[in-house]
């Protein structure tokens, strides 16, 4: 019998919830075959089996927090005898129980397959109490995007009982509110997690990504003295760039937009103010400064804020880059961003003009130097050649650490991104 055990992430994450099972007792698995999603504070992974055989038992119900080294499940490995455990209807969870030797290899990717390759990496889950597991739970899951997985699990809807009219038979938000016998957009709660007072008010728990993001904006907000700068800039010329790129038969799929013009000036702007792509050793009493940079976007998803980053973004074209956003900011709304792009960020963009904010005041990314938040593009009365005319005018915030940035460094690293957007073809002059 072979056990498999949540393994050690490798990324500072001791527990892990588990989201839903992907097998049953009795089932047969292949090497690699994906058995299980969970939930960590930072992303939804999956779980791929260890090895081929024959399921004997489920340690952890869905919704349980599972701690790093407690058991998951059971194998009966092919050649060997399955001889598995009765199938009674639901097979207790004995927490008392050893968790097994730990699986010789990082959650997520399994031993490798006969090419040589690893699946791409997933994993996490935990509970103070015995629970339940079914042992007749159905092999194959209702097809389902994560946030409507997760609103399903919050009102206590079962997702295989309802029939999906998405695309391809996904079950939609508004069939899973309807089935917790609210009305569409309603956003009926489930009973067990959410408490109502006689006035309305609510308490929710803080969970997953809520608390790590609380968590980390307090340690940074507390651990690193913040200054804000603004800069507000006619950037005109650069959305006239834009307009021609995108009549220009060069552009192709590719998505450029102001984010991705701040985006590559930040890159050309870090090369001449490097104490802004750096971070501070509190233990080994250094200052770090990168050389490369890895570009954080924050994304607003159904799970909460999250900042996953672009490696060697320094190294890209404008076009690559663009490419290399929106697949980011997808990736992260569809709830796929794995653990590895969530780590290894040196400075962070917040594009809040999105929602129709001028500025604010970003918090640093625990870890890193510089925020700068993009406000929105607007047409405003502005002095242009000496006259009053109306032009597209945008405001730049930077948040920096002031431990390891001086107001002169800050300045002239918010003053470069600025005369950039202003006049693209100062790019010349600074590269």
Not at 101 to 113: A, D, F, K, M, S
Not at 253 to 279: E, F, G, M, Q
Not at 383 to 390: K, P, R
Request: proline fraction near 8%.
């Amino acid at each position: 019998m072979k056990r498999f055990s949540l393994p050690d992430l490798g990324e500072g994450l001791t527990e892990s919830e588990l989201v839903s099972w992907r097998v049953a007792v009795g089932d047969h698995v292949d090497l690699n075959q994906v058995i299980a999603e969970v939930e960590t504070a930072k992303a939804l992974v999956e779980l791929p089996a260890p090895t081929a055989g024959v399921v004997t038992r489920l340690y952890v119900e869905p919704g349980t927090t599972v701690l790093v080294g407690e058991a998951l499940v059971d194998f009966a490995p092919d050649g060997d005898d399955p001889s598995p455990e009765p199938r009674p209807e639901a097979t207790a969870v004995d927490r008392s129980s050893p968790a097994g030797e730990r699986e010789p290899v990082l959650v997520g990717y399994g031993p490798r397959t006969s090419s040589g390759e690893r699946p791409r990496r997933r994993a996490r889950a935990s509970a103070d109490d015995p629970v339940v597991v079914s042992a007749t739970r159905p092999a194959t899951r209702p097809r389902a995007t994560p946030p409507v997985r997760r609103l399903a699990r919050d009102l206590g809807v079962d997702l295989g009982s309802l029939v999906g009219t998405g695309v391809g038979g996904r079950v939609l938000r508004e069939e899973v509110e309807l089935a917790a016998g609210g009305s569409p957009g309603s956003s009926p709660v489930a009973p067990d997690r959410v408490t109502a007072s006689d006035d309305g008010s609510v308490r929710r728990p803080i969970t997953g990504v809520r608390r790590r993001t609380a968590e980390a904006m307090v340690s940074s907000a507390f651990s690193a003295p913040h200054v804000t700068e603004f800069l507000t800039v006619d950037v005109t010329p650069t959305m006239t760039l834009l307009d021609a790129l995108a009549h220009s038969p060069r552009i192709g799929d590719h998505r450029v937009n102001i984010l991705t013009v701040l985006a590559k000036a930040v890159c050309i702007a870090v090369k001449r103010t490097p104490a802004v792509n750096a971070s501070w050793d509190e233990a080994a009493g250094e200052i770090v400064e990168y050389a490369h940079v890895g570009l954080g976007i924050a994304a607003a998803t159904p799970r909460g804020l999250l900042v996953p980053n672009i490696a060697r973004a320094d190294e890209l074209s404008l076009f690559d880059l663009a490419d290399a956003v929106s697949s980011l900011v997808r990736t992260a709304r569809e709830g796929r961003t794995a653990p590895a792009e969530l780590r290894g960020g040196t400075i962070t963009i917040s594009n809040v003009g999105v929602f129709g904010v001028d500025a604010g005041t970003p918090i640093l990314n625990p870890g890193e130097a510089a925020i700068i938040a993009l406000g929105a593009v607007r047409r405003l009365p502005w002095e242009f050649e000496g006259q009053v005319a109306l032009r597209q005018v945008v405001t730049l915030s930077l948040s920096f650490d002031h431990r390891l940035i001086d107001g002169e460094q800050g300045s002239r690293f918010l003053v470069d991104l600025g005369t950039m957007l202003a006049d693209p073809a100062m790019v010349l002059t600074m590269v």
